[in-house]
């Protein structure tokens, strides 16, 4: 079957049905900012959504915003945080690579765009939750996300940057609920069901979109410019094929309709992209569990400092890794968690001594008993001088024995389905500026077309940090948003 055309139309050959000053594609996060402060500008704003209903994965995810620089939430909290010091640990977070321009700007006005998120209504409970993990269960509004774990600690002061709005674990819906109400208190106007397939030009300028509402084509004129933020490309196999292999056969991170639609249109359109084989992969493996005993890999070796945020031990694993990887931990370790922090999973594997934990997993006879003689021995003197782990979390592991199975958690359907124990998003996309103008091939912005979100290619390098997804997408939503209103 031929792929359907997402060529560019002219402008000649379409009878608009609809018109506005700026047609945003795609109402998550990133196009809820953007439609926002189009509309706050005074533009005529309408927003073409695919599905049934305004949210998409923002709505479904963590809900986590990576804010910091001195928030009222931070110093609420204890924490005496600079601009400086968040920008120097993403740079190492998120590296190597990150877009530099970007994260300087997003640093430098992080406390304004966290007042922005109060401003539109969104609630932060002003209280710390402590534990290493990929999200509280409780209404806790700022977390920790590895800056005090090794070698973070050593680059930049720490501080806790994960903001949260104030519900347990998922809070995306909350975050989305609140910005769907300010885009239509702003005067935006939504347009569901409503999928966008081509971009319409003339004379080398973007000036609307043709779309599909079922089997209905509706084409919209955008006076001013069009703004992208319909996703990423992590449902679409063939791209995923072309650009970060690495994802296929894992779980998706999305509603589902993630599948690079906008992408493919900007670039029939001479758009250029950025950084398309980065992506965020994430392990399901509990971290609760983890820095409270070990992970380890298909050769029983630990490899990583378990403190460290679960983004990062999970792209070091998957990416860097022989596989399957195990976390292992005691009986005392495992009765100091939470059971509200252990996701109601429980040991695939338990046994007196390693030797019979090694032989039930598979590993190499001797090699998790090297390994964990090596670690108590040096957890002994409160020492982790492989990986430098916190001494917080440094305890000798002793019999009985466990191994949790990193398939079963929150994103894959585990060992009783068909996930892989990891999921995953594209962090590639558009090549932009910092107000979203979209940049053709010889680096020169394409008039009328911005994007923002995973769309774009944003602050990222090879790295990723919870709340840094939801965080660029919605700063440089805003950006493009008025950047596209003020084009008379």
């Known amino acids: 079957m031929a792929k359907p055309s997402v060529e560019p139309v ?13 047609l945003v594609v795609g109402f998550g996060a990133a196009g809820g900012a953007a439609a926002y402060e189009a509309a ?9 959504e695919r599905s049934s209903g305004p949210g998409g994965t923002s709505a479904q995810s963590g ?34 690579h990150a877009d530099e321009e970007k994260l300087r700007l997003y640093c430098d006005e992080s406390v304004e765009h966290f007042e922005w998120f109060r401003a539109r209504g969104v609630p ?20 920790w996300l590895g800056e005090n774990a090794w070698p973070y600690n050593t680059i930049a002061r720490p501080a806790p940057r994960g903001h949260r709005p104030e519900t347990p674990m998922f809070a995306g819906g909350v975050l989305m609920e609140k910005l769907i109400a300010a885009v239509a208190e702003a005067g935006a106007a939504t347009h569901q069901d409503t999928c966008a397939t081509n ?7 973007v000036v609307g979109a043709v779309a599909r509402r079922f089997s209905e084509r509706v084409a919209y004129r955008a006076r001013r410019g069009v703004v992208l933020t319909s996703g990423g490309f992590v449902d679409n ?68 400092n378990e403190d460290v945020y679960p983004g990062l031990f999970s792209h070091q694993a998957v990416q860097h890794q022989p596989g399957p990887y195990w976390a292992i931990i005691d009986e005392a370790g495992h009765d100091d968690i939470a059971e509200a922090d252990m996701w109601g999973v429980r040991p695939t594997h338990a046994a007196e001594t390693l030797a019979e934990l ?29 990986f430098h782990k916190d001494a917080r979390w440094l305890r000798p592991l002793k019999g009985p024995f466990a191994a949790i199975d990193p398939r079963d958690g929150f994103f894959g359907a585990g060992r009783h389905g068909a996930g892989t124990g990891a999921g995953g998003f594209t962090l590639g996309g558009l090549d932009t500026t910092v107000d979203g103008e979209v940049r053709n091939n010889s680096g020169e912005p394409i008039p009328g077309l911005y994007a923002a979100g995973r769309t774009a290619s944003g602050i990222h390098g090879e790295g990723y940090i919870s709340g840094t997804s939801l965080g ?11 950047a596209a209103a003020s084009k008379i």
């Open 124 to 143: 932060f409970k002003e209280s710390l939750f402590e534990a290493p993990g990929w999200m509280p269960y409780t209404e806790d509004g700022l977390m």
């Open 63 to 96: 809900g986590e915003l990576y804010l910091g620089g001195g928030t009222r939430v931070q110093k609420a909290c204890g924490f005496d945080d600079t601009p400086d010091d968040m920008f120097a640990f993403l740079k190492a977070a998120l590296g190597p």
């Open 237 to 304: 196999e063939e791209m995923l094929a072309d650009h970060a292999p690495v994802l296929l056969g894992h779980d998706k991170v999305s509603d589902g309709t993630s599948d690079g639609s906008a992408i493919r249109m900007a670039t029939a359109f001479g758009a250029a992209t950025r950084r398309m084989a980065t992506v965020e992969i994430a392990l399901t493996a509990n971290p609760a569990v983890i820095c409270r005993g070990m992970l380890v890999d298909g050769l029983g070796r630990r490899f990583i």
């Open 199 to 205: 971009l319409v030009v003339e004379d080398g300028r």
């Open 472 to 482: 660029d997408g919605t700063f440089f939503g805003r950006r493009a948003g008025r």
């Open 358 to 386: 090694e032989e039930s997993l598979g590993l190499p006879p001797g090699s998790l008993e090297q390994t964990v003689e090596t670690y108590n021995r040096f957890a002994e003197r409160g020492e982790d001088p492989y």
């Open 40 to 48: 706050a500008a005074g533009a005529d704003v309408l927003v073409l």
């Open 10 to 22: 002219g402008a000649a050959e379409v009878e608009f049905d609809h018109e506005c000053d700026v």
